[in-house]
């Protein structure tokens, strides 16, 4: 039997969305943590391991073997999804990266992403802009958690395609579509206690900005603009929260 691995919070809040007899790609799998736990806990039948870099997949595979899973979780060297066909797996795991890079992975690996059962995503930045791309794509936004970890908050976003393509032309972004986008209807809805510690930490963040913004001299120096222009958009989020938690209530 070879060595059992643990998952940190964040890692094990992505793994729990993986169904009973999934076969899953983790992208940029790194140490290949997840598909090993996956397999070594019974729920995923196999996995395979991808990532961009031969270095991450040297510790990848090296896991692996310590593992005693060899036999199960392929490790495999590819930009996204490029190196995936869509009957090697039903569930596609990209965890860890800026929501940016997983929208230009989804758009580049479209067909492939639109054939698997489940999308497990968890940005790291821009949020938003991975759950625009899947309503705009086709894809049902099924659940979204909300964990923190050594002070920090992750998002993951589960996902399937229903088939179809809105676009942007044709996409009316209400202000309850940029909530949901921003925040997760699913969260919202069902008054997710994290969200609203997150929420809470946010609106006291932008209010301290705000007050800086304030109480700086010399409006009409040759900052005013930018200064005045900044204060909207910090007085835009601090607006977009108190809706949030109106929502919540």
Same mark, same amino acid.
């Given at each position: ?11 094990? $809040? &992505? ?8 076969? &899953? /790609? ?7 943590? *997840? ?30 073997? /310590? ?32 929501? %940016?890079?997983? *929208?230009?992975? $989804? ?10 059962? +489940?999308?497990?995503?968890? %940005? ?20 979204? /958690? ?32 940029? $909530? ?12 997710? %206690?994290?969200?609203? *510690? ?10 301290? *900005?705000?007050? +800086? ?30 809706? /949030?938690?109106?929502?919540? +209530?």
């Amino acid at each position: 039997m070879g060595k059992k691995i643990e998952l940190s919070k964040r890692l094990k $809040l &992505v793994a729990s969305f993986v169904e009973p007899g999934a076969l &899953v /790609a983790d992208v940029g799998t790194d140490h290949g943590y *997840v598909p090993i736990w996956l397999v070594q806990e019974g729920v995923a039948a196999g996995g395979i391991a991808m990532d961009v870099n031969q270095g991450p997949l040297e510790r990848a595979k090296a896991h692996i073997a /310590a593992c005693g899973l060899s036999g199960r979780i392929q490790v495999r060297l590819g930009d996204g999804l490029s190196a995936l066909s869509g009957e090697e797996a039903d569930t596609v795991i990209i965890a860890g990266m800026g929501g %940016p890079l997983i *929208v230009r992975i $989804l758009t580049e690996g479209l067909e492939t992403a639109r054939r698997m059962k +489940r999308l497990i995503l968890s %940005p790291q930045s821009e949020i938003w802009s991975v759950r625009a791309f899947l309503e705009r794509n086709g894809f049902v936004i099924e659940d979204d /958690a909300m964990t923190e970890e050594d002070g920090k908050y992750y998002t993951v976003i589960c996902a399937r395609s229903a088939g179809g393509y809105i676009g942007d032309g044709t996409f009316c972004v209400s202000e309850r579509k940029r $909530l949901e986008w921003k925040y997760g209807k699913c969260l919202l809805e069902r008054k997710d %206690p994290v969200l609203k *510690v997150f929420l809470e930490q946010e609106r006291q963040k932008y209010r301290k *900005v705000l007050d +800086r913004l304030d109480n700086a001299e010399d409006e009409n120096d040759s900052g005013s603009l930018g200064r005045q222009a900044r204060k909207k958009e910090v007085e835009d989020e601090i607006a977009l929260i108190e809706r /949030a938690f109106l929502w919540m +209530r």
